[in-house]
T-cell receptor, first 116, second 114 residues
């Protein structure tokens, strides 16, 4: 597609349920990033995929969070047993790769997650 | 963000210039970016500057970088009401373990009054 696509755009769920958020990066982009933006806060890095390398999971806030990227393209972020503090906008970004230094990250419009 | 600081709010009158400031602490920064976020949308890349440059101009946007003081600014000339948004400063660091990751400030909410 022309840009980074995320789905759903909005998700409301009850506390304790599991949720899956999807990101479809720009075609040909090998690097994919997930960030979380809480109300009034900046962007919190969650996880980073680069090609077939092991992902950088250093930003995941707890073991309830996991992400995978199948076939080097689409990524899914899964949050298990959701808590109210998980409510935020989850943003995905992609880029050609970190070794092309002047290639910026392009962002999707995000998934707004609300935990009741 | 980690050690990327921005003021949270800026208000200007339409037609005036806006200057949004950002400071960072990591000397390994290679590229610095400005992103714009409108309500309900993701982040839109506005401009970026390589760390060996001190200025970059792109139409109404001027980026100034003082690497010695680790200070970055974004100047918007002839600010319009459509420029009202949150502006994020971000840096890319040249470290192997975090290569590619961006470090963001908390964003500056720019409000333009007619």
């Amino acid at each position: 597609g022309a840009g980074v696509s995320q789905s759903p755009s909005n998700k409301v769920t009850e506390k304790g349920k599991d949720v899956e958020l999807r990101c479809d990066p720009i075609s040909g982009h090998t690097a994919l990033y997930w960030y979380r933006q809480s109300l009034g806060q900046g962007l919190e890095f969650l996880i980073y995929f680069q090609g077939n390398s092991a992902p950088d999971k250093s930003g995941l806030p707890s073991d309830r969070f996991s992400a995978e990227r199948t076939g080097g393209s689409v990524s899914t972020l899964t949050i298990q047993r959701t808590q109210q503090e998980d409510s935020a906008v989850y943003l995905c970004a992609s880029s050609l790769g970190p070794h092309t230094p002047n290639q910026p990250q392009h962002f999707g419009d995000g998934t707004r997650l609300s935990i009741l | 963000g980690e050690d990327v600081e921005q003021s949270l709010f800026l208000s200007v009158r339409e037609g005036d210039s806006s200057v949004i400031n950002c400071t960072y602490t990591d000397s390994s920064s290679t590229y610095l970016y400005w992103y714009k976020q409108e309500p309900g949308a993701g982040l839109q890349l506005l401009t970026y500057i390589f760390s060996n440059m001190d200025m970059k101009q792109d139409q109404r946007l001027t980026v100034l970088l003082n690497k010695k003081d680790k200070h970055l600014s974004l100047r918007i000339a002839d600010t319009q009401t459509g420029d009202s948004a949150i502006y994020f400063c971000a840096e890319k660091r040249d470290r192997g373990s975090t290569l590619g990751r961006l470090y963001f400030g908390r964003g500056t909410q720019l409000t333009v009054w007619p």
